[in-house]
């Protein structure tokens, strides 16, 4: 089954302990298509400049990515510049222009609107409400959102909530927008919103899932090539996300199989700056480190 994606597409100037790539392909839209192509087809919905290139439209087509949705708007594309520290744990953002995108109002093409996995990529709840409303009855629905939301429209994101199958955040994130320093405590309290499931994102430290059903968690698959993180927790919702609509089921246990898949995806796209990670990466590889991950877990 087919995935919509409504989020970014950037050019990103990224400096980690690794080196520094400038103007290279990002967004959240661009890493979330690329992890959920290995498992099912994604159209994406989003908004570039006029200085965007055909080049760029080709590596995600190439991956069967449909860019119907993809809207081109005068002037530039939006940009994202950002520093990481010596220990890739925290960045620091060093410039934004949002540009086309600043303005950006999603329209879901009518051939888009039965697709029954959707996922909201981070944008203001509003927008994200707005986007839900133009599709006809989705199957599963996963949401991102950040610190700026939760902190200027609560309200707006609470009442998305229950409109919403997952969750996908990070630990600072839950524990913001909860005030619960415990992270199984600030994810029940939001399944008390509506949501079926929460994935918290951890960096280094792996994930957490938090359903109705049960609880998992996961560690950080090792990487020992490094090279920048940047899309890792969008192409973590694209593993997980793309393996659930190509299932077609969205158990509990297969939850938990996706929450294995997004972290197998992830460690891929922190291997290389912008989408080079995923350079020769094909399914069979994928499952190659799925297998050997399942492995490490094994007790």
């Known amino acids: 089954m087919s995935v919509v994606v409504v989020g970014s597409l950037a050019f990103d100037t990224v400096t980690t302990p690794k080196g520094k790539a ?33 080049a760029h439209r080709r590596v995600l087509a190439d991956r069967r990515v449909d860019l119907e949705g993809l809207e081109t708007k005068p002037g530039r594309t939006f940009r994202w510049e950002g520093a990481y520290s010596a220990d890739m744990n925290s960045r620091e953002t060093v410039s ?12 879901i093409p009518s051939g888009y609107r039965d697709t029954p996995y959707v996922f909201l990529a981070n944008a203001s709840p509003r927008t994200q409400a707005k986007v839900l409303g133009q599709m006809a009855r989705p199957r599963f629905v996963v949401a991102d959102t950040m610190d700026l939301w939760i902190e200027t429209q609560r309200e707006d994101l609470t009442a998305l909530l229950r409109k919403v199958d997952l969750l996908v955040v990070n630990d600072h994130e839950l524990r913001q927008f909860t005030r619960e320093g ?53 192409a973590f919702a694209g593993g997980l996300l793309g393996y659930l609509a190509e299932r077609g089921q969205t158990q509990y246990s297969d939850l938990r199989r996706g929450l294995a898949y997004g972290t197998v995806v992830a460690s891929f796209a922190v291997q290389g700056f912008s989408l080079d990670g995923f350079k020769g990466v094909d399914r069979a590889l994928i499952e190659e480190r799925l297998d050997r991950f399942a492995a490490m877990i094994a007790f």
Request: charged share 20%.
């Open 182 to 234: 415990n992270l199984f405590r600030g994810a029940r309290e939001v399944l008390g919103l509506g949501p079926r499931a929460v994935a918290v994102k951890k960096g280094e430290h792996g994930s957490l899932l938090v359903s109705r059903d049960g609880v998992s968690m996961l560690p950080a698959y090792p990487v020992e090539s490094l090279v920048d993180p940047t899309g890792a927790g969008d």
């Open 96 to 107: 934004v222009e949002l540009n086309a995108f600043g303005q950006f109002e999603p329209t």
């Open 22 to 54: 400038t103007d290279v392909l990002g967004g959240s839209a661009t890493y979330f298509s690329v992890a959920a192509s290995y498992f099912a087809p994604v159209r994406l919905v989003g908004v570039v400049g006029e200085d965007f290139p055909e």
